[in-house]
């Protein structure tokens, strides 16, 4: 039987939103991580635009697993009041299309200062921010769950595992593979050990390094390994695809004759879409009997 919480950031498919539903359609999905509506991304929609997307969802019997908001996607210096506001409009979006997910950052950092250890000066401000986004989302029966990026403050395991911790179940993390390799980082075991007790949903991303994002199951970010590791421990939750596969224009002309790494490459969003799904079922098809 197919797993069925898999969801996506249908927005890689096409910015039409009539057409991220038609691709989830076509690809057997059930959930949308909903980021971009019509090109605008889903923290600027307004009520109306809101309402008529959750319309429209809803005509097509698919239901939204998270809203992948860009909250705390901002500089740890900058003015916290604008990163308020872009929540507040955030969780009203989540209220409206009825999940109590919100994906969500820790701030950037300046890089220097992770290269030379001293941005454990930044935790203080950077959980401080932290606990009034957390207490104004639990009130509304929210839930906000940090991903893992490149020169947020959480940009290491260790990093995310201490957020975690510290909010003692108020954050929950999503884990992305393909994030950490970029930087160094050991998927597995070591980051998904330190956070596998803090882990509320996976986003289904895979990077080699040297190359870039590939589809799940072809890079260093050891997804089947992880995946497996988590079922067989009861993750039963959301699996959230986000390609960030290479799309050429033209490439179906391109025929033999064309570029050398033609094969890493899609001839457009939707087949490049079409291909992570792909993968990921070809990963569950091997942990998953």
């Known amino acids: 039987m197919p797993y069925e919480k898999i969801s996506g950031f249908s927005d890689e498919i096409d910015p039409d939103f009539d057409k991220q539903i038609d691709g989830l359609k076509e690809n057997g999905i059930k959930y949308m991580e909903i980021r971009g509506v019509n090109?605008?991304?889903?923290?600027?929609?307004?009520?109306?635009?809101?309402?008529?997307?959750?319309?429209?969802?809803?005509?097509?019997?698919?239901?939204?697993?998270s809203v992948g908001s860009p909250?705390?996607?901002?500089?740890?210096?900058?003015?916290?009041?604008d990163d308020l506001k872009v929540a507040e409009n955030v969780f009203l979006a989540a209220e409206i299309f009825e999940t109590r997910y919100v994906r969500m950052f820790s701030f950037?950092?300046?890089?220097q200062s992770r290269a030379d250890g001293s941005y454990k000066k930044y935790r203080g401000e950077v959980m401080a921010r932290l606990e009034k986004l957390c207490s104004t989302a639990e009130k509304r029966g929210l839930l906000l769950c940090h991903e893992n990026e490149s020169d947020l403050y959480g940009e290491s395991p260790e990093d995310c595992a201490d957020i975690a911790g510290y909010f003692g179940g108020g954050i929950k993390l999503v884990f992305d593979p393909a994030n950490f390799i970029g930087h160094g980082y050991e998927t597995y075991p070591y980051a998904y050990n330190l956070m596998k007790n803090h882990i509320e949903y996976f986003h289904i991303?895979?990077?080699?390094?040297?190359?870039?994002?590939?589809?799940?199951?072809?890079?260093?970010?050891m997804v089947k390994e992880i995946l497996a590791d988590a079922f067989q421990n009861g993750f039963a939750n959301f699996l959230s695809i986000e390609p960030h596969l290479k799309v050429f224009a033209g490439l179906e002309k391109l025929g033999q004759n064309g570029a050398p790494d033609i094969k890493d490459?899609?001839?457009?969003?939707?087949?490049?879409?079409?291909?992570?799904?792909?993968?990921?079922?070809?990963?569950?098809?091997?942990?998953?009997?």
């Open 39 to 65: 090109g605008k991304n889903v923290s600027v929609l307004d009520m109306n635009e809101m309402n008529a997307a959750k319309a429209k969802l809803d005509r097509a019997g698919i239901r939204v697993s």
């Open 265 to 289: 490459g899609y001839a457009s969003h939707a087949e490049a879409f079409k291909a992570a799904k792909n993968a990921l079922d070809a990963v569950l098809g091997e942990i998953i009997r």
């Open 108 to 111: 950037y950092i300046p890089r």
């Open 205 to 221: 991303k895979d990077s080699k390094k040297g190359v870039g994002t590939v589809p799940a199951g072809k890079g260093d970010g």
């Open 71 to 81: 909250v705390g996607k901002t500089k740890i210096d900058g003015d916290f009041g």
